[in-house]
């Protein structure tokens, strides 16, 4: 049963926004809002008075002195005055857990458009008020001091799948090498140079180790960046470009303490698969491309797992035969992903739900996959705690 059988309505994405990613000096929490915020309006055709309600994720986590930035987006247009708007948080999976609440007031019919935004600024902050940020997302770290940050609790996940698996020190550099050669074709991205497989497998004064196994090029940039969404019930005939049909959606979350979760399995983040494919009625096989968290390349390796493409163990495969490249069966990360297109924390989940939409209505330009009807994106904070999936279609 589908989320429009289930709910005898259709949550439409129809109109969206999406700023370049990276270190924007020049850019403010306000503008990078105001901008896409803007664009995804315009582009769905609609005036700024058509907004119900307004829904922004951001994780901040102290990276910010401003903490309370939900009525930004009202800086758009005067005709958003009094508009309800939310700030979301749920660590690095913001974006979409605005864009499920967004989702989720349409269907509880109290509005009819919503706004969602994705940002975040982080490029103006120290490293140490960065990897204490980040850190503030993981029960066992929070307020430790790390000379490793987040980078060493996915290492120490890579680790543990060593123990049990065998080394991917390789696949990891092939996956780095996939997303960055993807990440050229993407114009939002940071990081676009094709770096290749040699230098991403290798370490070098270049390519350091950052924790063991994990070098540079397995680790997500620092970022700033937004992206928007208009979700709807119904869509403008002087929209931009066709809609998108959310097809279903799935949320699940882990417990906090690391010693009570397997650190290979990411539980909850297959539950979150499972939950968004049965209520799209569809199953991985219908899928054309997905676009996933990877923070670090580990993570793209255990999504492989989690979401089914390959039994616990054997993500190397995706990879080794080919199906997650570009020309692949199974493409995953056509953007670049996190890793090339940058990882501003509250903007990822709105940004991977734009380019799908982008991808599925034949707008991607140069990142334009041949075949696109249907796609699934995975957003996570934490360690596998908080986990969100949507599958998506084209209308």
């Known amino acids: 049963m589908s989320l429009k059988e289930q709910f005898s309505k259709d949550v439409l994405l129809t109109g969206w926004g999406h700023s370049r990613f990276?270190?924007?000096?020049?850019?403010?929490?306000?503008?990078?809002?105001?901008?896409?915020?803007?664009?995804?309006?315009?582009?769905?055709?609609i005036e700024p008075g058509q907004i119900d309600e307004i829904y922004l994720g951001q994780f901040n986590s102290g990276m910010m002195p401003l903490a309370f930035p939900s009525s930004l987006a009202l800086q758009v247009s005067p005709d958003l005055a009094n508009v309800a708007a939310t700030r979301v948080e749920n660590a690095c999976a913001s974006g979409s857990a605005a864009f499920q609440q967004g989702t989720k007031s349409l269907l509880a019919g109290t509005a009819k458009t919503v706004l969602v935004i994705g940002a975040e600024k982080m490029t103006h902050a120290g490293a140490d008020v960065v990897g204490a940020a980040l850190l503030g997302a993981d029960y066992d770290m929070a307020g430790q001091t790390s000379t490793t940050g987040f980078t060493g609790l996915f290492a120490d996940v890579a680790k543990h799948y060593e123990k049990r698996y065998g080394s991917v020190s390789d696949v990891l550099?092939?996956?780095?090498?996939?997303?960055?050669?993807n990440g050229v074709d993407n114009p939002y991205a940071q990081l676009r140079k094709d770096l290749g497989e040699e230098f991403c497998r290798t370490v070098s004064d270049k390519n350091p180790m950052v924790a063991d196994p994990l070098r540079r090029t397995d680790c997500s940039p620092v970022s700033d960046g937004a992206a928007a969404v208009v979700l709807?019930?119904?869509?403008?005939?002087?929209?931009?470009?066709l809609p998108v049909q959310l097809a279903g959606f799935g949320h699940a979350n882990d417990f906090f303490p690391a010693e009570r979760r397997d650190p290979t399995a990411f539980a909850a983040t297959r539950t979150s698969w499972q939950r968004a494919l049965a209520m799209a009625g569809v199953g991985l096989e219908d899928l054309d491309f997905a676009e996933v968290h990877d923070c670090f390349t580990i993570a793209e390796l255990l999504m492989y797992e989690a979401m089914g493409l390959t039994e616990p163990g054997q993500g190397a495969r995706a990879v080794t035969e080919g199906w997650v490249f570009k020309d692949g069966k199974f493409p995953v990360n056509v953007s670049g992903g996190l890793k090339a297109k940058g990882h501003p924390v509250g903007a990822t989940g709105v940004?991977?739900?734009v380019i799908a939409a982008m991808q599925l209505t034949g707008t991607a330009g140069d990142m334009q996959l041949g075949r696109a009807r249907r796609a699934a994106v995975q957003n996570m904070g934490g360690v596998g705690i908080a986990n969100y999936v949507s599958v998506l279609e084209a209308v």
Request: aromatic share 0%.
């Open 22 to 45: 990276g270190k924007l000096t020049d850019e403010t929490l306000e503008s990078l809002i105001v901008q896409v915020a803007s664009e995804a309006i315009s582009n769905a055709g």
């Open 173 to 181: 550099g092939t996956i780095s090498a996939k997303n960055h050669r």
């Open 232 to 241: 709807s019930t119904s869509a403008s005939s002087s929209a931009a470009t």
């Open 351 to 353: 940004s991977q739900h």
